[in-house]
């Protein structure tokens, strides 16, 4: 399969995880550093052998400067949980590292990164997966998969199977967990949920694979 920015392209480098992070807050490589309050990089232990990657920090996020502690965070620890994966010991991480969006009123609407943000963003996510070398790298939603696997990679179609693509993890593709927010039917909801914790199994039972 194609590899998209994260793993095609050079990333940044540097003596640790932490030395990255500091450099990334300075990054001007797109816009996006204009109007958010701050970058929002990834955390989670240095050696976890599972991986994830959403799109882009929301309001919350933003605010707060961490990675999924706004809705859609909360309702993916509960599914992590669900699927009995202690979150404490995964990499929770985004595409891009800060906040886009539209300011509406008093609120800010979040607004999908584009094709060259998420490029110039894969600069700090390569870094981030070669300092963590996970086992497993799980793409929560669209753009995710677009910076692992291109633009030709689809979540409907690639979804819930493990993709190798010549490198040391298997990758993953799922939803992002706030796509489950938005469904408004309560059966529905619950159906894509269940799918959602299979999939975070599958992740799991992957990385036990490549330990064994
Ligand atoms: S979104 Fe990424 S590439 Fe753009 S300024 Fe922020 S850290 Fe840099």
Redesign the pocket.
């Known amino acids: 399969m194609k590899l998209g920015p994260a793993l095609a392209g050079e990333h940044a480098g540097g003596p640790s995880l932490l030395a990255i992070s500091q450099q ?1 807050e300075g ?7 204009k109007n ?1 309050t701050q ?1 929002v990089f990834g955390e989670g232990p240095r050696d976890a052998r599972l991986f994830f990657i959403g799109e882009q920090p929301g309001d919350r996020e933003d605010i707060e400067g961490h990675p999924f502690v706004g809705p859609a965070g909360i309702l993916f620890a509960q599914c992590l949980e669900e699927a009995g994966i202690d979150r404490s010991e995964c990499y929770v991480t985004n595409a ?3 906040f886009k969006y539209e300011q509406r009123g008093k609120r800010r609407i979040h607004s999908k990164p584009n094709a060259g ?1 998420i490029q ?2 894969a ?2 996510l390569g870094a981030e997966l070669e300092k963590v070398r996970p086992d497993v790298v799980v793409a929560l939603g669209a753009t995710a998969t677009r910076t692992l696997l291109g633009s030709s990679a689809k979540v409907t179609r690639d979804r819930g199977r493990a993709i190798h693509t010549g490198r040391d993890f298997d990758i993953l593709v799922t939803i992002h967990p706030s796509y489950l927010l938005r469904i408004r039917e309560r059966g529905d909801a619950s159906q894509e949920r269940q799918r959602f914790i299979a999939d975070l199994r599958m992740a799991a039972s992957l990385r036990s694979e490549a330990r064994a």
């Open positions: 990334a990054c001007q490589r797109c816009e996006l550093y958010a970058l891009v590292k800060h943000e110039s963003c600069w700090w």
